[in-house]
């Protein structure tokens, strides 16, 4: 008797050939870029360092595309949103000690929001290994124990032979739901050493599946289906599992009115008649959930930022759909069903009878209304008319990239993405930095659309430098750079707290005059004028800066 996973596919000749005459001067690095190729990778991005020469050297041999970014930090960012955009896992190739660790915060950033991002780190020469103080330059005692505790997983390679197997595993982990970082670190003389092993061909590219326990979603699709208030909260795992059309269908099946958090933006039609949009931080949309008796939350934690700040308390029974084992009842009781959302929600789809309720867009109709005047109450045109003349400019199918600023947490509840996987903002880790960086990322891997990103000022000076990245491979980015002079939304938080701010005011450059100096065209806009400039540049090839000069202020919170 033979079994499927008895069967080993036999090598052509060709292949044979190929495997019996490698050609010369190959070394280490040449199995890290071959095996990258064989499992499907076209672009890597990264900084070469002295370890890591193996690596870049190979680079010259093979067809793979390198983008070169000015600092292991942002090289993460861009990463980052290749495989948001992509679903693919994106390669970034760092050198040891120094260059790996400025990665780090981009690999949390990676992290919390599910992005697969194949980090490959040097490290130092193997007798140096072992945690002794040999003095290498950039040795670190246990390099990768930096790393443990942000990553999925981490492979260690000290011989040649462990290289294309150590990739592949660290490829199937970054793309097995749910999705996120690895880790692969191998030491400088494995990279340098000429190989006589045959050239890498293939690859299992192939992640495993999480389908859904059947006792479980049974159970849910009961539920769901005698509920009289059911709602719905979909997170980022909707997008990142492409289940977007899936939770409609489901949602439409029960009349289950729908709110995205911000991670899960653009996941449900935002005019839909079952859509409460993204307003999860106001109050009527939180008492509106609580108020379900059935509650089924779709590849979210349901951690700060989609559960109010922790304000929120559902009443009725809580269903959760969670690719990430960790955050599976982490923050309530549920009937916690670990899988992959897209598997989820089709077995849903398949055993829940549909619901008659004519009332629930009313009752959608009434929470958006009370959220509305709200918002009006405060006197915030202003902030309502840049936000809404950048979703005027912006393309409908464009992605944009959001820093950490006052308009980016807008956006959170306020803009409609027009779609799943058009905004991505840096909520999963909240580091500064994000935006720019992530949008290079994201033009790279698809260069047929314009690119928006968004920063304040001080987020824009931590990735200043990546205007010489966006002008060297001509990548088609507008960067908006809203600036009020400071750290906008600390000066606020320390203002209502402790009556005046500290440390927030900024000294900054002429940002036109900046981006100009790099080749970049520069323009310094108006509220009134922005959808205009906005316009004209997102619709100008190549990158791309616009200047705003204003103070926004952020909506009242609910959750105090």
Known sequence: MTHDHDLVLR??????????????GRNGGDLVVETLAGLGATTVFGLP?????????????????????RVENNAGFAADAY?????????????????????????????????????????????GLGGGRHGYLHELPDQAASFRGVVKSVHTVRAQSQIPSAIEAAWKSALTAPHGPVWVEIPQDVLLAETSIPVVTGGDAFPEELPPRPELTAVAADLLSRAARPAIIAGGGVVRADASRKLRQLAETLRAPVVTTPGGKGAFPWTHPLSLQSWIEDRHTTDFLEDADVLLVVGSGLGELSSNYHTFKPRGRVIQIEADLGKLESNHPALGIHADARLALQALLETVSPREDTQAPERVREVLARVADRIAAQELTLEQDVLASVRKALPADSPSFWDMTILAYWAWSAFDAKGPNHMHSAQGAGGLGYGFPAALGA?????????LAVSGDGGALYSIAELATARQYDLNVTWLIVDDGGYGILREYMTDAFGQATATELTRPDYVALAESFGVPGVRTTPETLSDDLSKALGSPGPSVVVLPVVLRMFAPTHL
């Open 11 to 24: 090598p052509t000749e060709a292949q044979i050939s190929a495997a019996l005459n490698p050609p010369p």
């Open 49 to 69: 360092g002295q370890h890591a020469l193996g690596v870049f050297d190979a680079l010259r041999r093979s067809d793979l595309r390198y983008i070169g970014l």
């Open 83 to 127: 495989g948001r955009i992509t679903g693919e896992a994106a390669p970034l190739l760092l050198s040891t000690g120094p260059g790996a660790l400025t990665s780090l915060a981009a690999l949390q950033e990676a992290a919390a929001a599910s992005a697969p991002v194949l980090a490959i780190s040097s490290q130092i020469p193997t007798a």
């Open 443 to 451: 033009a790279v891997a698809d260069p047929t659309r314009p690119v």
